[in-house]
């Protein structure tokens, strides 16, 4: 990449959360409302950054992804995804974790 600039978007998309009530009961003070994100939701990562809307914490997980991604890189753990350049990557929440597949879209937009 030329001046150091990212060449990729990365589209990041919720899949499917888990529920752990079991863990929920056990450990955690109740609170009203844990999570916004909803499934099939979108963003656009551009220039590796945390799209507007995006969870704070979700993002701590998938940070690191997103801008490997969005540099051109991929090949996550040696085959891990049937698509090299996308990773499958839950939240930190250990009580309703989300699940969010992040793929580079393809069309280079900064370059």
């Known amino acids: 990449m030329e001046d150091g600039k990212l060449k990729y978007d990365i589209r990041i998309t919720a899949m499917r959360q888990t529920v752990y ?33 995006m969870c704070p914490s979700a993002w701590e997980s998938m940070q690191w992804f997103v801008g490997e991604l ?30 969010f597949l992040l793929e580079r879209i393809e069309e280079d937009t900064y370059c």
């Open 70 to 99: 969005a540099a051109g890189r991929g090949h996550f753990y040696d085959g891990w995804m049937r698509n090299p350049y996308s990773a499958m990557i839950s939240c930190n929440d250990g009580f309703r974790p989300m699940s």
């Open 21 to 53: 009530e079991d863990l929920k009961s056990l450990y955690e003070n109740p609170i009203e409302h844990a999570c916004d994100v909803g499934i099939g939701q979108q963003w656009v990562s551009r220039h590796g950054e945390r799209p507007e809307g």
